[in-house]
Every structure is written in C-alpha cells, then in structure tokens.
C-alpha cells in the first residue's frame, strides 16, 4: 500500500476493484464499511456482487478479465472531459503521451464491448475516481491480480492515480491488499527469484558486490526459476531438488496435478512445515518447524508496518524455529550463519536494506514503523510518494488489453472464480482445525447464478460436477446473484474440494501469477 | 486546540477541549469506576458508577456525559459519591445471578481451580491441567490417589445425578504426564540468595520447599529417614501410593532445584540453632504427626503390640514382622484402616478392628471402612480394650481382654459419649495387636538444645503456630501441617505448607504477603438446597465413570495398587460431566471486580437466585448467559458492524430490564469483540472453559499470523497453553478489531496433528528420525545435486507466512549455500 489503513477514514471517494476485503482482509474492509457510513463514496468494480457492491454509491460490474480495457476506458474518459491532476502530471510524471496514444482508441463504445460495461456508467466511475480535488484511493486485491494479465492490471490502476494526481496524499494512494499475513515481508526480504533484499535487481552489480563482501562469497548473478515456472522446469529435467518451506503446492499451485507430476519426478524433495501437508507426504525430508505463537521475529503488513511477532509457548515436540533450520543446515553445507537470534538476523537485514535502515526491535516493541525508515530517527512513512516519487518521476506504463487465457466455448461454456471464504484462510491448514470457525464455513459451495442455475437445471444445495480441461471436483451448489451470469465462483479453502485441480496454470508474463479468477469450466448435476 | 483548565482531585490538569470528564480524567491516569463506559460511543442510559462531583453544583454528575469545562472543580471520591456507586451495584448485584467460582473450588481446601483443570482435562490439555494443579498442589499424585475429596460432597452435579469424579481426574492428569514423561517446567523467580531450611520431608516440607524453591530461595530439607516422604511413604503403604509413583512426585519437586539432607535426625545431628548458625534465614517445621499416642492398658508392653506407625513404617521399610494369624488392630481412624489392610496383605487370615462406638462414628473416612471390609477386614465395634495377656490357648499368643460399651446421656454439648457396661467382658484370642489411637507431633518436648525447649507445646501435642503468620513461639520458625494439626489429610498439609511458604516468603524478602482471591462471590445457591433446579434444565442424566479397581479378593493378597486410574476415554468422558459452574469470565468481570473495591456485601444486599433466561449457545462461537447481563450496553455499543441487539421488554422501578433480549444480526461476523467488551460473564467465548483465577497469565503481544492486515493481538498464556486471543484497542493499525480468525483461529498451534519431529523417507515410508540424521542427509542430498547438475538445479519455496528473518535467511541460503536465485515464494498465489 502506499498509504496506511488508518487513512481509509480520510478518503472521500474509496475504489475497490477486485477485490472482496470483507472475506480476505476483514478489519480493512471493516474501515472500508465505516467510511463509507460517515459520508466517503464507494466505487467499487467486481464481476461479483460483494458486500462492498451492495453498499456501493455505484458498482461497475465488467466481465471477468477486462480489467486493464476497464481502465484504459477510464483514462479515456478522464482525457476527453478534462478532470485530470494537469499539475501533477506536468511536475511528477513522465510518458504521459504515450497514454494518451494508448488510451485513445479506448473509447466507451469500444469499452463497452469488452467489458459489458455502459458508456453511462464508464463516465460516472471515472468521473467519480478523477474528483478533482479530492482524497481518491484504490483498493485492489487477488481480483486484479490473479491474472495472466495481472501486472497491466496493476499498471493501469497506477496510470489511473497518477493522472488523476491521488498519490502522496493521506486518504489517496494505490493499495493493493496483500494476501497473507508476510507476504510483503517475504518480498522485501528478496524471497524473489528476481531481486535480491529490498527490490535489488539481479542486474545491480553494486549490490551485489556490496552483499557478496559482506556474506564473504561469491553470489550468482543469472536469473532464477519463479515458483510458478519451476514445474515445467522439473518436468523438462533441469532442476533435480526442491525445498519448500511452508507451502503447499499440491494444493496450491494452479493445475495442480501438473505439480504432482513434477514433484513425482524429483530427485529430492524437502518439505518444512507445521504440518504433514499433501507437498509433505511426497517429501524425503520433513522438518517440523515452529509456527507464529513460537518463536520470535518480524512481519510487514499490506500497509509497510513492521511489526514484532513474539514467542509465547514452546514448540510442539522436537520442532524448531525455520531459522534455526537455517542456520544448522547450512553449517553444514559449510556456509556458516550463526546467528544466535532473530534480531541478530534483522539486524543484518537493516545494515543491507536502506528501507528497513532505521529500524530496530528496540524502536518496535509497542507500535511498529512503515518503511521506508531510512534511519533510526526517521519516524517512518505511513504515506508514499509525497511531493515526490521514490524513483523520481512516475512513469506511465499503459498497455492494451490481451484477452484472458481460456475462455469459455462450447465445451466448457462457464467461468470459474477462485474465491475466499471470511472464516477460512488458504487452504484450511490452519483455520479448518477450530471448531468455531468450521460451525461458521464447514463446506465449499459453488456459487451459481440463479438464471444460470434455471437454465442447467441445477437446484440450491444439488451436488454438482465441476470439469475444467485439467481435473474435476464436486460440491453442492448454492444459487446466488453474488456470482455474475456465466461464472461460478468456489472458495479454494477445503481439501475435498481441490479446486486448484481445475485452475489453468497460465502466467503473467512478468510477475508469473498464474490465472486463478479465470478458467473455462463445464457442470453437471449429479443426481443423487 | 483550544484547551481547558480544571482540577480533578485537586490536582490541576490542561485537557483539550470538547471532551468528557471522564476522558480527560482517564488521560490524566486518574481512575474514575465505570460499567458501561466505550469510547467515543456514549451510553443512553450510563450505568452511574462513574459519578463525580463539581464544586458549585448539586448532585452527582455522570463524568462520561458532564463535559471538562474551564475552572471546573471536580472531585472523583468521596462518601457521598462512594455511597451511590455502591447503591447502583448493589441494584446491579440484586438481579445478577451465576457462580463467581464452582463449589468445588471454593470447597477445596487448596483453593484449587478445580473447573480449570477439569476443563482442560475435557480438552485434552492433561499437560496444563496437571500444571494447573500444581499451582496450589505439588503432589498430585499422592493427592489424586488418597484425598478424602471435600470438593466432590459439594458438586453441583449431585442435584442431577452423581457428583463429577474430581479427584480420579487429577489423578489421571498427573499419571498421564508421569508415562509421557512430560517435564512441566515449572518456572521460577530469580535467585534471592536466601537460604530456608525445612525439616521433615513429609507432604507438609516437601510443599513449603516446593513453592519456596518457586520463589527463588535456595531450601534444603532435612529428614530424619533415609528416604523422603513422610506420611506418604510410612502411613500409606505401596497398595494405595506406588513407590515409583511417590518416588517420581517426590523427584519432580526436588528437579528444581531443592537440597536434601537424609537420616539427619533434629536435636541430634543439628539444632535449630545450628541452622541459624549456618544461616538459614528462616526454618520450617514439618516434622508431622509421627508419635502415636500410647495404649495404656496393662499387658501392652509385650513382643507382639505395636503401635499404629512403628508397625506400618516397619512394612514400608521392607521388613516383615511376625504377626501371626489374627490381629486385633485397636482404633477407628484412617490410620488404623491402613493398618488393617496392610495386616491383611502380610497375610494375617483375621483382622479385627476394635473401636467403642458404631461405625458411623469411626473418624476413619467411610470409603476407606468401606474398603478395609471388602477386603476382608472385621469390625468388633461398642467395644474397648482393658488388657493384654498371654494367651493359654493353643494356637494364638495373646488374650485381649476387652468390656462392651453403650452410649451414654449426652453431655453438655450434646455428645454421647460411649461408657463400658459394667461386667460385660469380652475376650478376643490374637496374634498381634497394633493400636491406632491418633497421632501427636511430639511425645513431651522437643529436645536438642535450648530453642528446642523454648517451643511452644499445644495440649494436644502439637507445635502451636500463629494461625496467620505459621510463626512458632520462636523468630523466623515456622511450622504447618500435621505438626501443627495433628493427622489430617495430605491436602490440608499442602494448604498449610503453601500458606507457611508465603509468610515465609514474606518474612525473608521483609515484604508483605500476598493477599489471595476475595471471598466476595456470587453464588447461584450456598448449599443444595438453596440451588433452583431449574439450573439443570435440559441436562441429561449421565452417571460417573467407575474407577478401575482390582477385585478385593485378589488386592488384598499383595501390595500393588488397587486402583488402576481412568484411561484416557473415561477422563475425557467424566471431565464432560462437569457442569461449569463457575464464571469463564472471572478475570475480567468488572462487576465483581468493583463490588470488591467498594467492599459491597451480596449477602446482605442481595444477589439473583433463580435463573429467568436459559442460556443461548446458538451463535457458533459465543455463549450468552443473559443471566448475568447488566444491561451495560457495551457489546451493543463495542460492535463495529451493528451487528449485535441489546434491549429488553420493559423495565423495572430501579430501571433494570425485564425481558432482556441480546441478540445476533444477520451481519455478525464472529469477530468476538462483543465478548472481550462485557462488563460481566454474560457473553463468553464458546472455547474458553477455563476459568483464570489468580494464577499467572502472561500477555504476548504479537501479529496476526493471517491476512496481510497486520492486526496487532494479544496472546494470553497459562503455563503453556494459549487461553485466547484478545486486541489492545489502543493500537494501530487494528485498533482492537479482529475477525474471527484473528480472535478464534489459532487452535492449530497446540493441535495434535502438528509436526513434532522431523520424518525421512526410508523404502518408500516417512519414519521419524533424529534432526542430526535429518540435517545429514538434506546437506549430503543437495551437495550431490549441486556437484552432479549444478545449483541450479535445486529450487527453493519461501514462506509468507514465516517471518522476515526467516525469509532472509532462506533466500540468502539459496543464493549462498546453493548459489542460485531459485528462490521466490507465493507471493503470486
């Protein structure tokens, strides 16, 4: 996020687009809610009727995929009526023309016929967004994200707030909601296969040369696989071992029998966890490993906040803190790392990362700090990007709309939707063993559309057959308008219901997301 | 900002203006009481706890409506203010009805939090339950096998059906840890460097060096015996406490770190006075009540008499006096009890138990006659022994001369006390007789040296300390349990000696001894009679697990244990008897906590007794007890999604409702926050069954291991388990909001199916292994790769989850020990 969530109560026009904060970050869309009732306006953009679009002062519903046609409208729209931040293009932005080049053709008629969207209602939105003059944020989650053309997704909401001048302004901002509780961290930490720490580019030989003094060895400086291309990559006999480290591709992974296969045909698998999972039970190695509650350590939350995780029982058993797994194995790999503790670790992270410089475990024990913190009297930056970018200008990146991967024809004439469920996390490791939190979401539905539902002849609560190209799943079904004509949407949470069994492993080509918002399926009732 | 100046109890304090007295007054940290107060969200109705006065105005006003004006002179305490908090909780009391704590605890002398440890044994937390135990009883083991059990007479589950087998359950806890070899690690205080001698190894020496060793101070025990135990060992024998479940009890106190001196005899191989010498700040005296007192009756002096210890300590000690064929053992108590059975099980065919009056009358606990008989013991009662004679039958080696007793007029306290008939003699043809006439600390005095002397003797024998400080006669001597009550049960010891401990404490650290919980207690009903039976509606009949006991027949023949203990089904079983009574939310209730503070008294004022409104656990993961409800309105007003409705039908003439109804919208989302807002028990959290009295909680401050929103909680823990998860609203970004996750999800951390050990595959199956092998092997594997395909062909997955330190280091694992920038993590997924 640029901004801080506490800024949400400043907005006077919030956009959520893609994303459903009431069920994957709940506190967040809770303030989303609360502003809304003390007089921001909410626009919000979703294939899915969310508790945001029931609320929302208006609701674009655009057909699934056609989000960067969706915006490139928008800026269209923007350009034509005038409303753009002109200051703040001239001083703060460069490459302006050639969104206007881009965008040009994007006319609302144009739009229309991607999107589904009316030229009525494109207006209003935009309209909406650009306010001159007022505090404009956006919210997005996994809905732009998920998506093979995820990254133009998230480029066209940065063209979008830079034109309409909303960045470094407490209320403004672009803010993406990220997943999971570290996910931000383990990306600041350089867990990339692309950077090193704090956003280094393999090509930065300063850095390199920087860390390679300072860990006294010499660093590769190629390219590594991402995750999602590591399969094909096994498959193809290039990489032999793997070592996961708390996750769960069988599970996970888009198409996940193309990941079992490749975990089939390695040589070596290490798995290190809290729990036998299904990656687990192909390991050659487990090492049960300490979960939050039992060690010490940092996350960064979606807002840049570093925070103290603390250690308040002991580890079940023989497990063990992942970095003092870490460090033992890798001694004896014969590459010492001996720390003694987490803040020694986080030490080392603040000499090397200018964005983590200034913080201390000292300076976070009661609240924690938003990077960047450039030093230790620096009060860190709960907003970006004020009266200057990072990067010095803010480049416009605007891209054509590619339509999504596989869409549906004859065969498989429906859309699937991977959604989540407010009670659940991923897939259920966790919440799926309090019983409070079963009694509230206990089972996967697929949720259908009621004409959808009319027209297959599929009643409320009927078990139905859910086929993609690649795997096939079966849940009940439940009918409601939540789901848009055409689509059916299903929480990835439960194991009996691998949904990911059907999803398309198809990549965006930068940031290697795979497509999990859309996929071609067919269903069937399953008479009982 | 403009700003406002006034005094609030005489001290001048600048606030912003716009704000209420009570606010202002919070932010100056001076405490003014209030029920029903959230902030930011005033109460249409405030419940009038916090009212203050303001000089120049009359009356009392409400300091959370009053707003902080320029010049206000404003005063938080003072009679008139005192008397009408106390006035609103005594009306807030009148209609309130629950437990503060169960019967049972509050019957056990121990205080033990026996809800607690039985709802963690309904958990399958046998770990924490043992450790809950252990709080107040370092021997749960010796306990859970011989209490005469006070807090099962007062289980309210006997107005159902049977009472909850408590005692069965600590036991099954403490044996259960002893065969999982759990080590408890039970913390301690920093050093003090103060040395506390403590003689007598018995329950009462072991408890007093149990805590004190908690607190830090470093405690030898001294025992006259070559082993530790005292009662334990010499007055139960092996049947009833195994040796090597009392060697095990005793060696887990002592693995803290408790010195020992064995068949060191006081007043022959030291004094009190060489102790003090030494420099021990402080002694405790728990030398028991060992000294029987003597059968005087002619012929007692004879080869074959014993008295009641001298015998059962020589059959503890291995050897095996010649007792012949029948045995006459004189005396009614539980001591004598034990030594009928231990007669029989040295295989003495007839034991006879002699005593003047009816079996009701035998101080001896009923079950424990009750057991003594099926095992084949005789009872020859209304009887007393006159004297002892060489027997001239064949076949038998004494003559018991005995004269039949009745009951005579009561005296003047009503008690009839037995009187021999004249003539009515008796014989009985014996081997042997051990007398069992009760049990003295101390045959005269105490000898060794001049403070020996100096103590202090009560008429029954006994060391007389001060009932508050365990203080004897003599500075910094302590002393408690059967050496100062005579014999009584192993838990009144441990009561003894954990209350020694603390004055001990006290005495040498020169502070002042911690006060334990307030009596102050709501109660649904004193005793059965006053409990309205319609508590129990809806709940069904289920009677008590039976203990597994070896048939008498076949116990009786040896020395092993008779009772097997509860497998692990029944203890989950029985523990789910128990009908919670006490308040889940005792440690947090404001309307105990300030009728404490304002020193109502419920027992006289008032307090609910009967229940109006059955209890609701209809939501998934909320109970309400709208019995308790005080009608505050802070869940209502707390609720950040108007999720929640609170009103009643009507309201009485002190403004209290009638028709209370609390209920869940549509739009809750579970988050719980309601709960951790009440101002009593009305709402609880469906999960937390363990009632937190004065036992140490610690708050973890840490962040939500979920979504990416960072929320800030906190992790309450005792011992070793995660009791819930609470949000400090204070604190950014969360602002103590959570969703049900973040305040109910985290029942995975302590789950059975957790990883305890790391697995490698061996022919096809993941078997457990040894880290070393594990880490072995991992480095040998992806050397091998490394020099056989090079480092990139080895990839690593980073976890989001994880921490950033955690992260780094993998990453920088990949790049340094493997050297490749195969490295990412889910972020995309």
Same mark, same amino acid.
């Given at each position: 996020?640029?901004?801080?969530?506490?800024?949400?109560?400043?907005?006077?026009?919030?956009?959520?687009?893609?994303?459903?904060?009431?069920?994957?970050?709940?506190?967040?869309?809770?303030?989303?809610?609360?502003?809304?009732?003390?007089?921001?306006?909410?626009?919000?953009? /979703?294939?899915?009727?969310?508790?945001?679009? /029931?609320?929302?002062?208006?609701?674009?519903?655009?057909?699934?995929?056609?989000?960067?046609?969706?915006?490139?409208?928008?800026?269209?729209?923007?350009?034509?009526?005038?409303?753009?931040?002109?200051?703040?293009?001239?001083?703060?932005?460069?490459?302006?023309?050639?969104?206007?080049?881009?965008?040009?053709?994007?006319?609302?008629?144009?739009?229309?016929?991607?999107?589904?969207?009316?030229?009525?209602?494109?207006?209003?939105?935009?309209?909406?967004?650009?306010?001159?003059?007022?505090?404009?944020?956006?919210?997005?989650?996994?809905?732009?994200?998920?998506?093979?053309?995820?990254?133009?997704?998230?480029?066209?909401?940065?063209?979008?707030?830079?034109?309409?001048?909303?960045?470094?302004?407490?209320?403004?901002?672009?803010?993406?909601?990220?997943?999971?509780?570290?996910?931000?961290?383990?990306?600041?930490?350089?867990?990339?296969?692309?950077?090193?720490?704090?956003?280094?580019?393999?090509?930065?030989?300063?850095?390199?040369?920087?860390?390679?003094?300072?860990?006294?060895?010499?660093?590769?400086?190629?390219?590594?696989?991402?995750?999602?291309?590591?399969?094909?990559?096994?498959?193809?006999?290039?990489?032999?071992?793997?070592?996961?480290?708390?996750?769960?591709?069988?599970?996970?992974?888009?198409?996940?029998?193309?990941?079992?296969?490749?975990?089939?045909?390695?040589?070596?698998?290490?798995?290190?966890?809290?729990?036998?999972?299904?990656?687990?039970?192909?390991?050659?190695?487990?090492?049960?490993?300490?979960?939050?509650?039992?060690?010490?350590?940092?996350?960064?939350?979606?807002?840049?906040?570093?925070?103290?995780?603390?250690?308040?029982?002991?580890?079940?058993?023989?497990?063990?803190?992942?970095?003092?797994?870490?460090?033992?194995?890798?001694?004896?790999?014969?590459?010492?790392?001996?720390?003694?503790?987490?803040?020694?670790?986080?030490?080392?992270?603040?000499?090397?990362?200018?964005?983590?410089?200034?913080?201390?475990?000292?300076?976070?024990?009661?609240?924690?700090?938003?990077?960047?913190?450039?030093?230790?009297?620096?009060?860190?930056?709960?907003?970006?990007?004020?009266?200057?970018?990072?990067?010095?200008?803010?480049?416009?990146?605007?891209?054509?709309?590619?339509?999504?991967?596989?869409?549906?024809?004859?065969?498989?004439?429906?859309?699937?939707?991977?959604?989540?469920?407010?009670?659940?996390?991923?897939?259920?490791?966790?919440?799926?063993?309090?019983?409070?939190?079963?009694?509230?979401?206990?089972?996967?539905?697929?949720?259908?559309?009621?004409?959808?539902?009319?027209?297959?002849?599929?009643?409320?609560?009927?078990?139905?057959?859910?086929?993609?190209?690649?795997?096939?799943?079966?849940?009940?079904?439940?009918?409601?308008?939540?789901?848009?004509?055409?689509?059916?949407?299903?929480?990835?949470?439960?194991?009996?219901?691998?949904?990911?069994?059907?999803?398309?492993?198809?990549?965006?080509?930068?940031?290697?997301?795979?497509?999990?918002?859309?996929?071609?399926?067919?269903?069937?009732?399953?008479?009982? | 900002?403009?700003?406002?100046?006034?005094?609030?109890?005489?001290?001048?304090?600048?606030?912003?203006?716009?704000?209420?007295?009570?606010?202002?007054?919070?932010?100056?940290?001076?405490?003014?009481?209030?029920?029903?107060?959230?902030?930011?969200?005033?109460?249409?109705?405030?419940?009038?706890?916090?009212?203050?006065?303001?000089?120049?105005?009359?009356?009392?006003?409400?300091?959370?409506?009053?707003?902080?004006?320029?010049?206000?002179?404003?005063?938080?305490?003072?009679?008139?203010?005192?008397?009408?908090?106390?006035?609103?909780?005594?009306?807030?009391?009148?209609?309130?009805?629950?437990?503060?704590?169960?019967?049972?605890?509050?019957?056990?002398?121990?205080?033990?939090?026996?809800?607690?440890?039985?709802?963690?044994?309904?958990?399958?937390?046998?770990?924490?339950?043992?450790?809950?135990?252990?709080?107040?009883?370092?021997?749960?083991?010796?306990?859970?096998?011989?209490?005469?059990?006070?807090?099962?007479?007062?289980?309210?589950?006997?107005?159902?059906?049977? +009472?909850?087998?408590?005692?069965?359950?600590?036991?099954?806890?403490?044996?259960?840890?002893?065969?999982?070899?759990?080590?408890?690690? %039970?913390?301690?205080?920093?050093?003090?460097?103060?040395?506390?001698?403590?003689?007598?190894?018995?329950?009462?020496?072991?408890?007093?060096?149990?805590?004190?060793?908690?607190?830090?101070?470093?405690?030898?025990?001294?025992?006259?015996?070559?082993?530790?135990?005292?009662?334990?060992?010499?007055?139960?024998?092996?049947?009833?406490?195994?040796?090597?479940?009392?060697?095990?009890?005793?060696?887990?106190?002592?693995?803290?770190?408790?010195?020992?001196?064995?068949?060191?005899?006081?007043?022959?191989?030291?004094?009190?006075?060489?102790?003090?010498?030494?420099?021990?700040?402080?002694?405790?005296?728990?030398?028991?009540?060992?000294?029987?007192?003597?059968?005087?009756?002619?012929?007692?002096?004879?080869?074959?008499?014993?008295?009641?210890?001298?015998?059962?300590?020589?059959?503890?000690?291995?050897?095996?006096?010649?007792?012949?064929?029948?045995?006459?053992? %004189?005396?009614?108590?539980?001591?004598?009890?034990?030594?009928?059975?231990?007669?029989?099980?040295?295989?003495?065919?007839?034991?006879?138990?002699?005593?003047?009056?009816?079996?009701?009358?035998?101080?001896?606990?009923?079950?424990?006659?009750?057991?003594?008989?099926?095992?084949?013991?005789?009872?020859?009662?209304?009887?007393?022994?006159?004297?002892?004679?060489?027997?001239?039958?064949?076949?038998?080696?004494?003559?018991?001369?005995?004269?039949?007793?009745?009951?005579?007029?009561?005296?003047?306290?009503?008690?009839?006390?037995?009187?021999?008939?004249?003539?009515?003699?008796?014989?009985?043809?014996?081997?042997?007789?051990?007398?069992?006439?009760?049990?003295?600390?101390?045959?005269?005095?105490?000898?060794?040296?001049?403070?020996?002397?100096?103590?202090?003797?009560?008429?029954?024998?006994?060391?007389?300390?001060?009932?508050?400080?365990?203080?004897?006669? %003599?500075?910094?001597?302590?002393?408690?349990?059967?050496?100062?009550?005579? +014999?009584?049960?192993?838990?009144?010891?441990?009561?003894?000696?954990?209350?020694?401990?603390?004055?001990?404490?006290?005495?040498?650290?020169?502070?002042?001894?911690?006060?334990?919980?307030?009596?102050?207690?709501?109660?649904?009903?004193?005793?059965?009679?006053?409990?309205?039976?319609?508590?129990?509606?809806?709940?069904?009949?289920?009677?008590?697990?039976?203990?597994?006991?070896? +048939?008498?027949?076949?116990?009786?023949?040896?020395?092993?244990?008779?009772?097997?203990?509860?497998?692990?089904?029944?203890?989950?079983?029985?523990?789910?008897?128990?009908?919670?009574?006490?308040?889940?939310?005792?440690?947090?209730?404001?309307?105990?906590?300030?009728?404490?503070?304002?020193?109502?008294?419920?027992?006289?004022?008032?307090?609910?007794?009967?229940?109006?409104?059955?209890?609701?656990?209809?939501?998934?993961?909320?109970?309400?007890?709208?019995?308790?409800?005080?009608?505050?309105?802070?869940?209502?007003?707390?609720?950040?999604?108007?999720?929640?409705?609170?009103?009643?039908?009507?309201?009485?003439?002190?403004?209290?409702?009638?028709?209370?109804?609390?209920?869940?919208?549509?739009?809750?989302?579970?988050?719980?926050?309601?709960?951790?807002?009440?101002?009593?028990?009305?709402?609880?959290?469906?999960?937390?069954?363990?009632?937190?009295?004065?036992?140490?909680?610690?708050?973890?401050?840490?962040?939500?291991?979920?979504?990416?929103?960072?929320?800030?909680?906190?992790?309450?823990?005792?011992?070793?388990?995660?009791?819930?998860?609470?949000?400090?609203?204070?604190?950014?970004?969360?602002?103590?909001?959570?969703?049900?996750?973040?305040?109910?999800?985290?029942?995975?951390?302590?789950?059975?199916?957790?990883?305890?050990?790391?697995?490698?595959?061996?022919?096809?199956?993941?078997?457990?292994?040894?880290?070393?092998?594990?880490?072995?092997?991992?480095?040998?594997?992806?050397?091998?790769?490394?020099?056989?395909?090079?480092?990139?062909? %080895?990839?690593?997955?980073?976890?989001?989850?994880?921490?950033?330190?955690?992260?780094?280091?993998?990453?920088?694992?990949?790049?340094?020990?493997?050297?490749?920038?195969?490295?990412?993590?889910?972020?995309?997924?």
């Amino acid at each position: 996020m640029t901004n801080s969530i506490a800024d949400i109560k400043e907005s006077d026009v919030i956009m959520v687009i893609g994303s459903n904060a009431d069920t994957s970050h709940p506190t967040i869309g809770l303030r989303i809610h609360q502003a809304k009732k003390n007089g921001s306006k909410l626009l919000v953009i /979703d294939p899915r009727r969310t508790g945001f679009a /029931d609320e929302a002062d208006l609701w674009l519903r655009p057909n699934p995929g056609s989000d960067v046609a969706l915006l490139n409208g928008m800026v269209h729209v923007i350009l034509e009526e005038g409303i753009w931040d002109k200051k703040f293009v001239e001083e703060r932005t460069e490459n302006f023309e050639e969104l206007e080049i881009v965008t040009a053709k994007y006319t609302p008629a144009y739009v229309e016929q991607i999107t589904g969207i009316a030229e009525e209602q494109l207006r209003a939105a935009a309209r909406l967004y650009a306010s001159p003059g007022k505090k404009c944020a956006i919210f997005y989650g996994m809905g732009l994200a998920h998506h093979a053309t995820g990254t133009d997704n998230v480029k066209s909401i940065a063209n979008l707030a830079m034109l309409c001048g909303k960045l470094g302004v407490a209320g403004g901002g672009v803010n993406p909601l990220r997943g999971q509780n570290n996910v931000q961290g383990a990306c600041d930490m350089g867990a990339l296969f692309n950077t090193l720490p704090g956003y280094t580019g393999l090509d930065n030989n300063d850095a390199f040369d920087r860390y390679e003094k300072m860990w006294e060895v010499k660093l590769p400086r190629r390219k590594g696989k991402a995750a999602t291309e590591v399969w094909d990559a096994i498959l193809e006999g290039d990489i032999k071992g793997i070592y996961v480290f708390g996750e769960d591709p069988v599970l996970a992974d888009p198409n996940a029998h193309h990941a079992v296969a490749a975990l089939e045909k390695l040589d070596f698998l290490i798995v290190q966890d809290i729990f036998l999972t299904d990656t687990a039970k192909m390991a050659d190695i487990v090492f049960p490993a300490a979960c939050y509650a039992e060690k010490d350590g940092t996350f960064t939350c979606t807002e840049r906040r570093v925070q103290r995780v603390r250690k308040a029982v002991e580890p079940p058993g023989e497990a063990k803190a992942d970095w003092e797994i870490f460090c033992e194995l890798s001694h004896r790999m014969g590459y010492d790392m001996p720390y003694s503790n987490p803040e020694e670790i986080f030490n080392e992270v603040t000499q090397l990362m200018p964005q983590y410089a200034g913080i201390t475990y000292e300076r976070i024990e009661k609240v924690g700090l938003q990077w960047p913190v450039p030093s230790q009297d620096h009060p860190g930056t709960p907003v970006l990007h004020i009266g200057k970018f990072t990067q010095g200008k803010g480049l416009f990146i605007p891209e054509d709309y590619t339509p999504p991967t596989e869409m549906p024809d004859a065969d498989y004439p429906l859309i699937l939707t991977t959604i989540r469920e407010t009670p659940q996390y991923n897939f259920g490791s966790m919440t799926r063993k309090t019983p409070e939190i079963e009694a509230l979401c206990p089972e996967a539905f697929a949720e259908i559309n009621p004409a959808d539902a009319v027209r297959l002849g599929i009643a409320d609560l009927d078990t139905v057959e859910i086929s993609s190209r690649r795997g096939t799943v079966q849940l009940r079904a439940r009918i409601t308008d939540r789901s848009q004509l055409g689509t059916i949407a299903i929480p990835y949470h439960f194991a009996e219901v691998p949904v990911n069994n059907l999803t398309l492993n198809s990549l965006d080509r930068l940031s290697r997301s795979p497509q999990y918002k859309i996929c071609a399926i067919k269903v069937s009732k399953i008479e009982a | 900002m403009t700003t406002v100046t006034l005094t609030i109890n005489g001290a001048e304090i600048v606030a912003e203006a716009g704000l209420t007295i009570l606010e202002v007054a919070r932010r100056a940290e001076i405490n003014i009481p209030t029920l029903c107060h959230v902030p930011g969200k005033p109460a249409e109705t405030p419940c009038q706890m916090c009212v203050v006065e303001i000089e120049g105005q009359e009356g009392l006003v409400c300091s959370c409506v009053g707003l902080a004006q320029d010049g206000m002179v404003v005063a938080t305490e003072s009679a008139k203010i005192v008397a009408h908090r106390l006035e609103r909780l005594s009306i807030l009391a009148e209609t309130h009805f629950g437990d503060c704590k169960a019967p049972c605890n509050l019957t056990c002398p121990g205080q033990i939090n026996v809800q607690g440890y039985i709802a963690h044994v309904a958990k399958g937390q046998y770990e924490e339950a043992l450790r809950l135990v252990m709080e107040r009883n370092p021997l749960p083991f010796s306990v859970g096998r011989v209490c005469p059990r006070f807090c099962e007479t007062r289980c309210r589950r006997i107005l159902v059906d049977e +009472p909850v087998s408590i005692n069965h359950l600590k036991r099954f806890v403490a044996d259960w840890c002893m065969r999982h070899e759990i080590d408890l690690e %039970i913390p301690k205080d920093a050093p003090t460097g103060k040395r506390i001698a403590v003689i007598g190894g018995g329950p009462s020496g072991l408890t007093a060096a149990h805590f004190l060793t908690r607190k830090g101070h470093d405690v030898t025990i001294f025992e006259s015996s070559p082993m530790l135990g005292g009662a334990l060992r010499y007055g139960f024998l092996e049947y009833r406490i195994p040796r090597d479940v009392l060697n095990y009890e005793i060696n887990t106190i002592l693995r803290l770190g408790v010195s020992v001196k064995l068949s060191q005899k006081w007043g022959k191989d030291f004094t009190l006075q060489s102790l003090k010498d030494q420099g021990y700040a402080a002694i405790y005296l728990a030398t028991g009540a060992g000294v029987d007192v003597p059968l005087e009756i002619p012929g007692v002096v004879n080869p074959h008499t014993y008295s009641a210890m001298k015998y059962l300590r020589r059959v503890a000690e291995g050897k095996k006096p010649d007792m012949g064929r029948r045995a006459a053992v %004189i005396g009614g108590n539980n001591i004598a009890m034990e030594v009928a059975r231990t007669l029989i099980r040295q295989g003495v065919a007839e034991v006879t138990v002699i005593y003047p009056r009816s079996r009701t009358e035998m101080p001896a606990h009923q079950r424990n006659i009750r057991e003594a008989e099926k095992e084949g013991v005789q009872f020859l009662l209304m009887a007393s022994p006159v004297e002892i004679c060489d027997s001239t039958e064949q076949g038998s080696r004494l003559k018991l001369e005995l004269i039949r007793m009745k009951l005579g007029e009561p005296d003047a306290k009503g008690v009839r006390q037995p009187e021999p008939i004249a003539g009515s003699t008796n014989t009985l043809q014996v081997d042997s007789i051990v007398s069992s006439l009760g049990q003295t600390a101390v045959a005269d005095k105490f000898s060794g040296g001049a403070l020996e002397k100096s103590i202090a003797i009560s008429p029954n024998k006994t060391l007389d300390a001060n009932v508050r400080s365990s203080q004897i006669n %003599i500075e910094g001597v302590f002393a408690g349990g059967d050496a100062v009550s005579g +014999p009584r049960s192993v838990i009144q010891a441990v009561v003894a000696a954990r209350r020694a401990a603390d004055n001990i404490h006290a005495y040498v650290m020169g502070t002042v001894k911690d006060e334990g919980d307030s009596r102050f207690n709501f109660t649904r009903g004193k005793g059965f009679d006053d409990v309205d039976l319609k508590n129990f509606d809806g709940i069904n009949v289920k009677l008590r697990e039976k203990m597994p006991t070896r +048939p008498p027949e076949i116990c009786s023949q040896d020395f092993d244990e008779v009772k097997l203990g509860f497998s692990e089904k029944m203890a989950r079983h029985e523990a789910e008897r128990c009908l919670s009574c006490g308040c889940t939310a005792y440690d947090r209730c404001n309307l105990k906590d300030l009728s404490i503070e304002y020193n109502l008294n419920i027992n006289k004022t008032g307090m609910g007794t009967t229940p109006v409104y059955a209890k609701d656990s209809s939501h998934p993961a909320i109970i309400v007890d709208k019995n308790k409800c005080i009608f505050c309105g802070r869940c209502e007003r707390s609720c950040e999604y108007d999720a929640l409705e609170l009103g009643a039908e009507t309201f009485d003439d002190k403004g209290r409702p009638v028709g209370l109804f609390l209920r869940f919208k549509d739009n809750c989302v579970s988050c719980g926050k309601c709960v951790d807002n009440c101002s009593t028990g009305a709402l609880n959290k469906k999960a937390q069954t363990i009632p937190l009295h004065s036992e140490p909680v610690k708050e973890v401050r840490s962040t939500c291991p979920y979504c990416g929103a960072g929320c800030q909680i906190i992790l309450r823990v005792k011992g070793g388990t995660i009791i819930e998860v609470t949000a400090d609203p204070e604190q950014a970004p969360n602002y103590g909001a959570l969703c049900v996750k973040g305040r109910f999800g985290h029942d995975f951390i302590q789950h059975k199916d957790r990883l305890t050990k790391p697995l490698i595959r061996k022919n096809g199956m993941l078997v457990e292994t040894s880290w070393d092998e594990a880490l072995d092997y991992t480095a040998k594997k992806l050397f091998d790769l490394k020099a056989m395909y090079g480092p990139d062909s %080895i990839a690593g997955f980073s976890c989001a989850r994880a921490t950033n330190e955690e992260n780094f280091l993998m990453q920088k694992f990949m790049r340094t020990s493997i050297g490749t920038n195969n490295i990412d993590h889910c972020a995309r997924l």
